[in-house]
């Protein structure tokens, strides 16, 4: 069922939220973590104590690699087509899935509230990964931005797979 919730500050960030934009629809019965990008912690954080949480679940964590594999090939496509507004939609998607992706990973849900000290608090993380992603964040648009996107991807996919052989490991 479609409910109307209010975008709670924790994953309000100028990128993928306006002012404006203060309320979403979230179909609860039908969870789609990019639509709108974010939903799971909209509920998290409005307080809907019926929620299963993606974060620390591997299922979850894979899922979210495979909607970032599918977004890379869209956007390998749209930016070879020179397609501008479809590589700004596809890469706010992109972005908020790798954010998702990053956090999940560490077992939390996302907080953009303090995006900076959050990340610094995060174990598992690419090298400068709150600089890489303020460029990705602040220059969406460029080439370049992508690529860095692409690389922190990778980056991360390998921490998390090192982090769990590890704690496989040690059980």
Wanted: aromatic letters at 12%; charged letters at 25%; glycine letters at 2%.
């Amino acid at each position: 069922m479609k409910k109307l919730y209010q975008v709670p500050e924790e994953v309000t960030h100028s990128y993928f939220y306006s002012e404006l934009e203060d309320e979403v629809f979230i179909d609860d019965g039908n969870m789609d973590s990019l639509h709108p990008v974010f939903s799971y912690e909209i509920l998290y954080y409005t307080d809907d104590s019926h929620l299963v949480v993606p974060w620390g679940d591997p299922v979850s964590i894979r899922k979210a690699e495979g909607a970032l594999t599918e977004l890379r090939e869209k956007l390998n496509e749209a930016f070879s087509k020179r397609a501008s507004d479809e590589v700004k939609t596809l890469m706010k998607k992109a972005a908020a899935q790798f954010i998702m992706y990053l956090f999940w990973s560490n077992g939390k849900p996302v907080n953009l509230l303090r995006l900076k000290e959050e990340l610094q608090l995060l174990s598992i993380k690419p090298v400068n990964v709150a600089e890489r992603l303020d460029f990705v964040l602040t220059q969406p648009s460029l080439f370049h931005s992508y690529k860095q996107l692409d690389q922190l991807f990778i980056e991360q996919t390998k921490q998390y797979a090192k982090n769990q052989a590890l704690q496989k490991h040690r059980h």
